[in-house]
């Protein structure tokens, strides 16, 4: 069974930046889909944006096109989620997401599609002044 830690939230102001990492054990990031979700108070989850293995690129929501960026270090086994430019709206807990190797992969039309069985406990972020 794999496990995964996120870290990294905390509060910033709004404009600012901060990254969010996801430690993982027995996943085989450089071989399938992760994803990262977020929830914010009083909404559903949201897809923000996927990694995929497969063709090598990353979806996003279009919330966060040109702000967020997400990247890898497989020698870590760690997933980043680099955020810029921050807004109040981007205040949630936010998730990682890991596929299996029977994962389906990305949807690349909508990334609330992506589908998992293994979720992390989340980090807080918030975005305040």
């Known amino acids: 069974q794999g496990q995964l830690v996120e870290s990294g939230g905390g509060l910033v102001q709004p404009g600012g930046s901060l990254r969010l990492s996801c430690a993982t054990s027995?996943?085989?990031?450089?071989?399938?889909?992760i994803a990262w979700f977020r929830q914010a108070p009083g909404k559903e989850r949201e897809g923000v944006s996927c990694?995929?293995?497969?063709?090598?690129?990353?979806y996003w929501i279009d919330s966060v096109k040109g702000r967020f960026t997400m990247y890898r270090d497989n020698a870590k086994n760690t997933v980043y989620l680099q955020r810029n430019s921050l807004k109040r709206k981007d205040t949630a807990v936010y998730f990682c997401?890991?596929?299996?190797?029977?994962?389906?992969?990305?949807?690349?039309?909508?990334?609330?599609?992506?589908?998992?069985?293994?979720w992390g406990q989340g980090t807080q972020a918030t975005a305040s002044s």
């Open positions: 997401a890991p596929q299996s190797s029977t994962g389906p992969g990305c949807p690349r039309a909508d990334v609330d599609a992506y589908e998992s069985e293994h």
């Open positions: 027995g996943f085989a990031l450089d071989a399938n889909a």
């Open positions: 990694f995929s293995t497969r063709d090598g690129s990353t």
